[in-house]
Structures are given as structure tokens and as C-alpha cells.
């Protein structure tokens, strides 16, 4: 009991720890400008101002349009195309499956910068440079998502699938009204993965589009030049960007836990 008692409290401090500049944050975003350094997590006189300055004066309603879009298109194409590429490669055999799933865990210790090149020559010879397709196309198939929905094929009885094809259904009615629906929380996990990716989406959506097409993670970072004298606007604008996480994260987490706690059993 008391070994647990322990743990419990070690685990608190270190949440504590790993919380304390989102809370530091929060806590900025609603001080004013005559107390914005003090280093207390209670504001003396809380104040929404950096929330309205930020707002109206920074346009912020535009740069979440902007990352709500390529996040949306970006999710949905990656769910489509990532559980219809792990369909075939957890439950068909073909000459050459071992060899893409190989190549396929071998680019995940890649680096994302060593395709920044090929994307940039691919999105320009599409003719995309500028649109928001220049950040959604590249991205809209992770292997990531591909090994997870691979995975939970598996759970998926093959003789359901059998008793699907002697009825005559397709492949693909076999996909979408069969094994889309008993990996839902896989789904979900994916979906969040996605969101806070895309979301956070930085570096690449600065070398192909213009800057009132950026993403809110981008927008950002160009604003901290902007409002070296106004940390709070930096403060409250970061706080209204991680909100959306939060409230996906709020309406996945139990799939997402159920997800992860089976990929880690395996």
C-alpha cells in the first residue's frame, strides 16, 4: 500500500512537471501587461484583453479556417487510403507482401526533412504550389496510420470474411461494411494522431504556400516577430490553438486508451 502511495505521488510530480508550462501559459494569456512577467500561476487581475486583441486585431478567425481545412481533407484521405493499403497486407497473401511491409517499417527511421525535396518537386510539377492540396496531398497517407490499421485486421475473424465472399460481396463491401467498423477504435486513434499533426503542421506549409494561407502553427511563429512587446497576444493565441486537440482528445480518449493499451499488449 504504501509502495502504491508512493508511486501515485511520484506519478502527480512528474505530471505536475510535464503540465507546468501549459499551465504557465494559461496563466500569461490572462495577465495584463503591467504584470505579464511575474512568474505567479494566479493572475492578480485576470483580464480577457489578450483574448480580444488577439482575436481582432491578428484575424485569427483566418489562419483556423486555413488549418481546419487541411487538417479535415488531410484526416479523411489518410483514413481512406492507410485502411484500404493495411486491408490487402493483413489479410491476403501475394508474391512480395513481406518486402512492402519491410520497406514500408524502414521509412519510418527516415526522417521527414529526407522528402521535403521530392514533395517540392511533386507538388510543383502537379501545379499545387500555393493551394492548400500542396500540404494535403503529401500527407494524406501515413505509414503510421497503415501499420495500425494493419494490425487490427487481425483481430478481424477470416471466417466472417469467407462467409462475406461466398455471398458474392466485393472486396470492397467487404472493407467498408465489414472491417471498417470492428476497428473503430483504431480509427479513432488515428484521427487523433492526425489532428495533432496536422494541426501542428509547421515547416512544410512555410516553403509552399503564401503566408495568409498558413496554418495557425505557422501564423504563430511569424507573430512572435510581430509582438515582441506583446507576449499575452503570443500567449492567448497559442491557448486558443491548443483547444481543438483538446476537445478531440476529450471525444476519442476512451477508443484512443483502448487502442493503444491493445497495441502495446500486442
Given at each position: 500500500m504504501a509502495k502504491k502511495?508512493?508511486?501515485?505521488?511520484?506519478l502527480i510530480i512528474v505530471a505536475?512537471?510535464?503540465?507546468?508550462?501549459?499551465f504557465w501559459m494559461l496563466?500569461?494569456?490572462f495577465k495584463g501587461n503591467e504584470n505579464i512577467y511575474e512568474m505567479a500561476l494566479i493572475p492578480q487581475n485576470p483580464t480577457f484583453a489578450n483574448y480580444v486583441g488577439?482575436?481582432?486585431f491578428l484575424q485569427l478567425h483566418k489562419y483556423i479556417w486555413?488549418?481546419?481545412y487541411m487538417t479535415f481533407f488531410g484526416i479523411l484521405l489518410d483514413v481512406i487510403f492507410a485502411s484500404l493499403c493495411a486491408y490487402p497486407l493483413a489479410k491476403f497473401d501475394f508474391y512480395g507482401k513481406k518486402?512492402?511491409?519491410t520497406v514500408l517499417l524502414v521509412t519510418q527511421i527516415l526522417p521527414a526533412a529526407a522528402g521535403l525535396i521530392v514533395n517540392y518537386i511533386?507538388?510543383?510539377a502537379l501545379g499545387m504550389m500555393g493551394s492548400y492540396w500542396a500540404v494535403i496531398i503529401p500527407s494524406s497517407v501515413a505509414v503510421f496510420s497503415i501499420i495500425l490499421f494493419r494490425q487490427a485486421y487481425f483481430s478481424v475473424s477470416n471466417e466472417v470474411l469467407e462467409a462475406a465472399r461466398i455471398d458474392g460481396a466485393s472486396e470492397i463491401k467487404i472493407w467498408y461494411r465489414i472491417m471498417v467498423p470492428q476497428i473503430m477504435p483504431t480509427v479513432s486513434t488515428v484521427i487523433i494522431f492526425d489532428f495533432i499533426n496536422k494541426w501542428n503542421n509547421f515547416l512544410w506549409p512555410i516553403i509552399v504556400l503564401d503566408s495568409d494561407k498558413y496554418p495557425i502553427a505557422a501564423a504563430l511563429n511569424n507573430l512572435q516577430g510581430a509582438f515582441n512587446f506583446q507576449f499575452g497576444y503570443i500567449a492567448a493565441a497559442t491557448i486558443i490553438s491548443i483547444v481543438p486537440i483538446i476537445i478531440i482528445?476529450?471525444?476519442f480518449q476512451k477508443n484512443y486508451i483502448n487502442s493503444v493499451a491493445g497495441a502495446v499488449k500486442g
Amino acid at each position: 500500500m504504501a509502495k502504491k502511495a508512493l508511486l501515485y505521488v511520484i506519478l502527480i510530480i512528474v505530471a505536475i512537471i510535464c503540465a507546468g508550462p501549459f499551465f504557465w501559459m494559461l496563466s500569461t494569456s490572462f495577465k495584463g501587461n503591467e504584470n505579464i512577467y511575474e512568474m505567479a500561476l494566479i493572475p492578480q487581475n485576470p483580464t480577457f484583453a489578450n483574448y480580444v486583441g488577439v482575436v481582432e486585431f491578428l484575424q485569427l478567425h483566418k489562419y483556423i479556417w486555413n488549418t481546419l481545412y487541411m487538417t479535415f481533407f488531410g484526416i479523411l484521405l489518410d483514413v481512406i487510403f492507410a485502411s484500404l493499403c493495411a486491408y490487402p497486407l493483413a489479410k491476403f497473401d501475394f508474391y512480395g507482401k513481406k518486402l512492402i511491409i519491410t520497406v514500408l517499417l524502414v521509412t519510418q527511421i527516415l526522417p521527414a526533412a529526407a522528402g521535403l525535396i521530392v514533395n517540392y518537386i511533386t507538388v510543383g510539377a502537379l501545379g499545387m504550389m500555393g493551394s492548400y492540396w500542396a500540404v494535403i496531398i503529401p500527407s494524406s497517407v501515413a505509414v503510421f496510420s497503415i501499420i495500425l490499421f494493419r494490425q487490427a485486421y487481425f483481430s478481424v475473424s477470416n471466417e466472417v470474411l469467407e462467409a462475406a465472399r461466398i455471398d458474392g460481396a466485393s472486396e470492397i463491401k467487404i472493407w467498408y461494411r465489414i472491417m471498417v467498423p470492428q476497428i473503430m477504435p483504431t480509427v479513432s486513434t488515428v484521427i487523433i494522431f492526425d489532428f495533432i499533426n496536422k494541426w501542428n503542421n509547421f515547416l512544410w506549409p512555410i516553403i509552399v504556400l503564401d503566408s495568409d494561407k498558413y496554418p495557425i502553427a505557422a501564423a504563430l511563429n511569424n507573430l512572435q516577430g510581430a509582438f515582441n512587446f506583446q507576449f499575452g497576444y503570443i500567449a492567448a493565441a497559442t491557448i486558443i490553438s491548443i483547444v481543438p486537440i483538446i476537445i478531440i482528445f476529450v471525444f476519442f480518449q476512451k477508443n484512443y486508451i483502448n487502442s493503444v493499451a491493445g497495441a502495446v499488449k500486442g
